[in-house]
Structures are given as C-alpha cells and as structure tokens.
C-alpha cells in the first residue's frame, strides 16, 4: 500500500509542472506547426520550413522552460542549459524530420493535408522526448545542492546557487579549508 501512497503523491507532484509544460508547449507549437505550414504554403521547402519554425519554437519553449515550468529545479549555467536544451531541441527536430520525410518522400504524398498531419505527429513524438529529457540533462531535479554547487562553483565560478545558509556558507569557505577538512575522513 505505501508504493501506491508514493506513485499517488509522485503524480499529484507532476500534475503543475506538466501543465506548465504544456501550456509553453502549446505555444511552441502553434509557433512550430503553424509556422511550417505558413512558410510550406508560401513555397519554402517542407524540411527548411520545419526547421525555420522549430528554430523560432525553440527560443519561445526554453525561455517559458527556465523562468516558469522548471524554474523551481535546479537551474544549471546558462551557456550549459541553453546549449544542452538547443541539442536536445534539434534531437526533437530530427524526429520531427524523419516522420515529415517518411510522409514526403518515402509515400509520396506532397499535399498540405498529409505535410500537417506529419508534422503534428512529429512535433508529437519530439515532445514526449524533449519532456523527458529536460527533466533528465536539462533542468535538474532538486539535488544536495550545497555540495554539489559548492564543488561546481570551486571549479567553474559559473554556478550561482544561493538561497540557503548553508550554501552560502560553503560557497564562502575556500577551497584549500574544504579540501583540508576533508583530509581527516580519508585517514
């Protein structure tokens, strides 16, 4: 019965940030889906025209990622995060791609109506990766951040963590101090 109680608290915890999730989601994809059919039905070629919106998506979904969804995780250095969350952006859009090509040019079928419905289910499937994948290598989960942004802070000076005593404390103390105190527990 614990296991339930967990996975029921595990859920009822997720439920506010998959909606934020999906309401900067939403927004993506209207600036995504329907920028790619805008610029397909001007004449831009259908990959150029996914990755042109996608481009533009990927600027809206990581700032409405950073400062709301996940703003309550662990925020990494931004040249880091925003280059991890670029990667993991064109990974997506490689899914995006490769069902739009599949449609395209594997079935042959050109007409708007299958380009959409192509570029739907792989704006659909690079979700459910980019999701997981924020939450994995992107936007951390609550780590001990005392240690952990301490050692960070020691050798990058680009980690800026403070919000409790404790951190600040162990962000002031030089590194010689820490790795001295250190020195009797491996005796």
Sequence with gaps: MPR???????????????????????VGSVVDLGGAAYLH??????????????T??????????????????????LLREGLLFAALN??????????IAFVSYGLDLKHAIAYNAASLAG????TIFRYFSYKKWVFLADTPAAA??????????????????EEEALLDVPLRELLDAAEPSRR
């Design 41 to 54: 039905a001007a004449g831009v070629e259908a990959l150029a025209a996914k990755a042109l919106s996608l």
């Design 123 to 126: 704006t659909g499937l690079g």
């Design 56 to 77: 533009a998506a990927t600027v809206i979904t990581y700032l409405g990622s950073r400062f709301w969804t996940f703003r309550h995780r662990v925020n990494q250095a």
């Design 148 to 165: 952990v942004a301490a050692g960070e802070a020691a050798v990058s000076g680009l980690v800026n963590v403070a919000g409790t005593s």
């Design 90 to 99: 064109l990974v997506g859009l490689g899914i995006a791609e490769c069902v």
């Design 4 to 26: 339930l109680v967990s996975l029921r608290k595990r859920i009822t915890d997720l439920i506010p940030e998959l909606a934020k999730f999906g309401v900067v989601g939403a």
